[in-house]
């Protein structure tokens, strides 16, 4: 099986239609439909379904898209490894958690890299805690700087960081009832937040609290995305929890318009650093691994 027919079906599913698939890869639509069905002829399955609107993936064509891009991904870090023997080369994944303090590492760890090892291609990803370190298992990333909640098998943890959640509110928000520790939850039920799927760790912690104080959290929004978020603050009433350093982050130099209060009681998250248990899967990854140590031992010790 050729890498190039993985590609074609990587970039088919991408797409969403053979049309705009052999347009981008610049392929006759019928060689590209050629690609396809051979995969399905290897592996003895169907992978699209073709319709007016375009394609439907399978449930087994989505199996294949993702062990794809770990193969593509592979490929295209031998390629770079081997293209240079004097210095360390290679394409290395780094996951990053959302609504967490590690966009705070991105641009440290890109400007140390670029630095330290030119010959290295970083690829910054931001996504789910238990998405990222199942990509780390799976060997779709080399590591990931995600929340800790507990062992998994194939992956190890180090370099933990923990910092306390606090309360974000944009500048239409109304005013936050806070007492001298921190906003009461009480008061926190009574607002409207916008959060994470229930399948983030922030969200699963604020949940657990509330409902241990047999209060409501009214999740109006769910929303992925640091950026979004900022802008949906910006406008509206609603409010959101964020690590305090991922908050400072988000304020942008403008406590005016954004505010941060600790809940009373206070809640905490940790952060760490997940690799593949075992060796690092290349040099390069073992060298940026050590480089996200350093910036994170650097990180909690400023903290101390």
Not at 75 to 103: F, I, P
């Amino acid at each position: 099986m050729e890498t190039r027919k993985l590609a074609s079906f990587v970039r088919t599913v991408d797409a969403g239609s053979i049309t705009a698939a052999a347009q981008s890869l610049h392929l006759a639509q019928s060689a590209l439909s050629s690609h396809i069905a051979s995969l399905e002829k290897d592996f003895g399955v169907a992978l699209l379904v073709r319709g007016r609107r375009g394609i439907e993936v399978t449930d087994e064509g989505w199996s294949l898209y993702r062990y794809a891009q770990g193969i593509l991904r592979l490929e295209q870090a031998a390629h770079l490894d081997l293209s240079n023997e004097r210095q360390v080369t290679g394409l290395v994944t780094v996951g990053l958690a959302s609504y967490s303090m590690a966009g705070n590492l991105s641009a440290p760890l890109l400007r140390a890299v670029r630095e330290e090892h030119p010959g290295i291609t970083l690829h910054l990803v931001e996504h789910l805690t238990m998405i990222m370190s199942q990509a780390v298992k799976l060997g779709q990333a080399d590591m990931a700087v995600i929340y800790r909640t507990g062992r998994i098998d194939g992956v190890r943890f180090t370099e933990e960081i923990t910092e306390d959640l606090v309360l974000v509110a944009g500048p239409a928000s109304p005013a936050l009832p806070a007492r001298r520790d921190g906003i009461a939850l009480e008061a926190a039920s009574r607002l409207e937040f916008v959060l994470p799927d229930h399948q983030h760790t922030v969200r699963q912690l604020l949940e657990r609290r509330f409902q241990a104080a047999g209060l409501p959290l009214r999740v109006v929004a769910e929303v992925e995305s640091v950026h979004v978020l900022r802008e949906t603050l910006a406008s509206g009433p609603e409010v959101t929890v964020l690590p305090a350093s991922a908050a400072a982050r988000l304020l942008g130099g403008s406590p005016t318009a954004y505010r941060s209060v600790r809940l009373a009681g206070g809640l905490q998250a940790t952060l760490a650093l997940c690799t593949p248990e075992g060796p690092a899967r290349s040099e390069a990854a073992a060298a940026v691994a050590a480089t996200l140590q350093r910036l994170m031992w650097a990180a909690r010790a400023g903290r101390d």
